[in-house]
C-alpha cells in the first residue's frame, strides 16, 4: 500500500534521512521504532508530501506520492497525526473536528464517521463545543486521532501519540489503536515505546541516525540480542 | 468638559477607532495566515483611492456612489490578488526577511508609479458634499463620514466574524492562521486559504480607501501610508496573533489619537501629537509586552 524506496531528505546540510526503504501492506499495522533523531518525524512528513524530499519515492497504491501537495495526500487517503498533536487550540472540539473531514465530500458519510469517533471517544461529544486548547493532553491526543479518521484514511500514521501522556492515558491510546487494527485500519505507527509496539505491531523497523538498522516481526526483534539490548532492557 | 463635549469626542474617537481596526484587521489577517507584515498593503488603499480619481474623472460623478463604492472594493480586491500571484506566491516557501522585503519592493514600486502617472501631489476628487454633511443634535455635531464610518466598520466586522464563525471557509481560515502546516495536513489548500485572506483585506482595503478619500477629498501617493503605519501600530498593540486584538487595537489607538489631541490643543502642541501616541505605544508594550489581547494559545497542555 505505501512503499518507501531508498528515500534519502536533507536540512540544509543535515542528513536526516540516508536513504531508507520500507512498506506497508493493506490492513497491517507497522510500527516504526528509534532514539531521538532517528528521522521517524522526516519520514512521516515526507510520506504526507510535507516536505521536500531529495532522493528515493514514496509511492501510495502505486502511485507517487512526491510533487504532490499534501491536501491532494490526504484525499488519496493518507492522514497523518503529527508529533505533538497540533490540534487547534482557539477552535472548539467540533470544529477541529470538522476540519478533519475538509476533503470529504460525502456529507452523509462523514455524519456516520463523526458517530464512530464518538463512540471510540465518547468525550469529544461532551465538549463539542469547548476551546479544544482546555482539553487534557490525552484528550487533545483522543482529538488529534478522531480529526485524522475523519478523512477516513485508507492509510493512518500517527507520529508518537503516546508522547507526554501519563500511563493509563497511553493504555488508552494503544487500547485505541488495537481497536482501529480490529477494523482493518491499515497504521504506521512511529512510538518510542518498544514494548508496547511490538504488542501492537504486524512487523517492526528500528530507525536510527537515518538508517534502516533491523525489521522484522516482533517475535524476529524480540529474540534479537542486538534489538533486546537497545530497546527492551530500559522500558 | 461638558458632558456634550464628550460625547462629541467618543464620537470622533469611535469612528477613528474604526478606521484603525478595519486596517489592523487587513494587516493582522496577513500576519496571522502567511506570518507576513505587508507594507505593500498601503498600496492596495492607494489602489483604491485611485480608482476613485478614475471613476469621478472619466466615468460617471459620485453621485452614483453604490457603483462607486462597488467600483473601488472591486479594484482594491484585484490589486491585493494581484499582489499575492505576482510577488508574494513566489516567495512563499523564503524566509519571513524575503517576504518583508518583498513587500517593501512592492510598496516602492506602485507609490512611484503612482507618482509617473498621477504626479506626486494630492488630485482632487469630486466626491459631492458628504464630507461636510452634519447631523446636529443640541450641541453636539455629528458629521456624516463619521457615521458612515461606523456603520461600514460594523457592518464588515460583523460580516466578517459571521463568515470566519460560520463557514468551512471561515474555520479553514482560523485553523490556518494558528497552524498553517497542520491545516494542509488535513487537507485545507494553502492557495485558497492565503487568496481569501488577501480578496478579505482587498476588501477592507477599498473601504479604508473610501472613508480616506471621503476625509481628505483627494488622492495622494502617499495616501496608503498613514493608515498603513498606524495600523501595523494597532495590530502590535492588539497583540499580532488574533483578529480580536487587531480590533481593540484600533479602537484603543483611535481613544488614545483624540485623546492626545485635546490634551494637546489646550498647550497648542498638536504637532506633536504623533510623537506622543507612539511614545505611549512604547510604554505600554514596557508593561505589557504581549500586546492587549493574548491570541494564540502560548501554554501547551502535556
Ligand atoms: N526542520 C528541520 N530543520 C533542520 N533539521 C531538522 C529539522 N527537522 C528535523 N531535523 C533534524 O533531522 C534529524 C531527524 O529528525 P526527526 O525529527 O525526523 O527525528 P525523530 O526520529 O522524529 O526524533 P524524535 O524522536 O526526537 O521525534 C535530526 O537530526 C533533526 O535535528
Ligand atoms: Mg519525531
Do not use: C
Not at chain 1, 463539542?128 to 493532553?137: E, M, R, V, W
Not at chain 1, 492509510?155 to 489503536?177: K, N, Q
Not at chain 2, 472619466?58 to 453604490?66: E, G, R
Not at chain 2, 463568515?163 to 494553502?190: C, H, N, Y
Amino acid at each position: 500500500m505505501l512503499a518507501i524506496e531508498n528515500l534519502v531528505v536533507r536540512y540544509g546540510s543535515i542528513l536526516a534521512l540516508r536513504g531508507i526503504s520500507l512498506e506497508v501492506n493493506e490492513g497491517e499495522v507497522v510500527g516504526v521504532i528509534g532514539p531521538n533523531g532517528a528521522g521517524k518525524s522526516t519520514m512521516l512528513m515526507a510520506s504526507a508530501a510535507a516536505i521536500p524530499v531529495a532522493e528515493g519515492d514514496i509511492r501510495f497504491e502505486g502511485e507517487t506520492v512526491l510533487k504532490e501537495r499534501p491536501e491532494k495526500v490526504v484525499e488519496r487517503g493518507i492522514s497523518l497525526v503529527p508529533e505533538g498533536r497540533h490540534i487547534f487550540h482557539r477552535l472548539t472540539v467540533g470544529e477541529n473536528l470538522e476540519l478533519g473531514a475538509t476533503t470529504r465530500t460525502d456529507a452523509a458519510a462523514v455524519e456516520e464517521d463523526r458517530a464512530r469517533v464518538f463512540e471510540l471517544f465518547p468525550i469529544l461529544k461532551e465538549y463539542l463545543g469547548t476551546p479544544a486548547g482546555k482539553l487534557s493532553g490525552g484528550e487533545q491526543q483522543m482529538l488529534a486521532i478522531g480529526r485524522a479518521l475523519l478523512a477516513r484514511p485508507r492509510l493512518l500514521m500517527l507520529d508518537e501519540p503516546s508522547l507526554g501522556l501519563a500511563p493509563v492515558v497511553i493504555d488508552r491510546v494503544f487500547e485505541t489503536l488495537e481497536q482501529l487494527r480490529k477494523t482493518g485500519m491499515t497504521i504506521l505507527l512511529v512510538e518510542q515505546h518498544a514494548e508496547r509496539t511490538l504488542d501492537l505491531a504486524d512487523r517492526v523497523y528500528v530507525l536510527r541516525t537515518g538508517s534502516i538498522e533491523l525489521a522484522g516481526t516482533p517475535e524476529d526483534l524480540a529474540g534479537n540480542p542486538q534489538f533486546e539490548k537497545a530497546f527492551l532492557g530500559f522500558v | 468638559m461638558d458632558p456634550s463635549e464628550v460625547a462629541q469626542n467618543a464620537i470622533d474617537a469611535a469612528a477613528r477607532g474604526s478606521f484603525l481596526a478595519l486596517v489592523a484587521l487587513g494587516v493582522a489577517l496577513l500576519f496571522g495566515i502567511m506570518n507576513l507584515v505587508n507594507f505593500a498593503y498601503g498600496e492596495v488603499i492607494l489602489a483604491g483611492g485611485y480608482a476613485m480619481l478614475i471613476f469621478t474623472t472619466w466615468f460617471l460623478d459620485a453621485s452614483v456612489w453604490p457603483l462607486l463604492i462597488i467600483w473601488t472594493v472591486v479594484v482594491a480586491i484585484v490589486f491585493a490578488l494581484a499582489q499575492e500571484r505576482l510577488a508574494f506566491r513566489p516567495v512563499r516557501h523564503a524566509d519571513p526577511t524575503t517576504m518583508l522585503v518583498t513587500s517593501f519592493a512592492v510598496s516602492v514600486l506602485l507609490v512611484n508609479i503612482a507618482i509617473v502617472v498621477w504626479s506626486g501631489l494630492a488630485r482632487p476628487v469630486e466626491i459631492g458634499g458628504v464630507t461636510l454633511e452634519q447631523f446636529t443634535a443640541g450641541e453636539i455635531r455629528i458629521r456624516k463620514l463619521d457615521v458612515i464610518t461606523l456603520g461600514a466598520a460594523a457592518f464588515l466586522l460583523l460580516s466578517l466574524t459571521a463568515f470566519l464563525k460560520r463557514t468551512s471557509l471561515g474555520i479553514q481560515m482560523r485553523a490556518a492562521s494558528e497552524d498553517f502546516r497542520m491545516s494542509q495536513l488535513l487537507g485545507v489548500p494553502a492557495n485558497r486559504v492565503i487568496a481569501t485572506a488577501f480578496f478579505i483585506a482587498g476588501i477592507l482595503a477599498g473601504s479604508v480607501a473610501l472613508i480616506t478619500v471621503g476625509n481628505q477629498g483627494s488622492s495622494s501617493p502617499g495616501m496608503g501610508l498613514f493608515p498603513l503605519i498606524f495600523g501595523l501600530v494597532a495590530v502590535v498593540l492588539g497583540g499580532m496573533t488574533s483578529l480580536i486584538g487587531a480590533v481593540v487595537g484600533g479602537f484603543v489607538l483611535g481613544g488614545l489619537i483624540v485623546g492626545l489631541e485635546q490634551g494637546l490643543a489646550t498647550y497648542g502642541m498638536e504637532r506633536f501629537r504623533d510623537a506622543f501616541v507612539f511614545l505611549a505605544v512604547i510604554v505600554m508594550l514596557v508593561f505589557r509586552p504581549q500586546g492587549l489581547v493574548v491570541g494564540r494559545a502560548i501554554r501547551e497542555r502535556v
